[in-house]
């Protein structure tokens, strides 16, 4: 099974701009989809973004126009841009993969924490 491990995590202002990678220890191309989630303390775990195998590109409204995803298949990993960084944005950050179409975000990674702070 495909395990993934996320970095790019840190402490930064307000306005600021985070890269978050999700390294794949395999190929990430037969895999119908890849997302990233967030959860904050004492909050529910929520979809930031997903990316099909397709490039098909799906964002919560909180980080639209601010977030990226994008895939590198070459490379098995999967990005997350983070720009104009708010202090609710503060979460840890978990990659995930879903396996195939119908099945749920099967593959997790550790999570990476991001703390957006003056």
């Known amino acids: 099974q495909v395990q993934l491990v996320e970095s790019g995590g840190g402490l930064v202002q307000p306005g600021g701009s985070l890269r978050l990678s999700c390294a794949a220890s395999?190929?990430?191309?037969?895999?119908?989809?890849m997302g990233w989630f967030r959860q904050a303390p004492a909050k529910q775990r929520e979809l930031v973004a997903t990316?099909?195998?397709?490039?098909?590109?799906n964002l919560a409204d909180s980080v639209k126009g601010r977030f990226t995803i994008s895939r590198d298949n070459a490379k098995n990993t999967v990005y997350l841009q983070m720009n104009n960084l708010k202090p609710e944005d503060t979460a840890s950050y978990y990659c995930?993969?879903?396996?195939?179409?119908?099945?749920?975000?099967?593959?997790w990674g550790q999570g990476t924490q991001v703390t957006v702070s003056s």
């Open positions: 995930s993969a879903q396996t195939r179409m119908y099945s749920s975000y099967d593959i």
């Open positions: 395999g190929s990430i191309a037969s895999l119908y989809a």
């Open positions: 990316i099909t195998s397709g490039s098909s590109r």
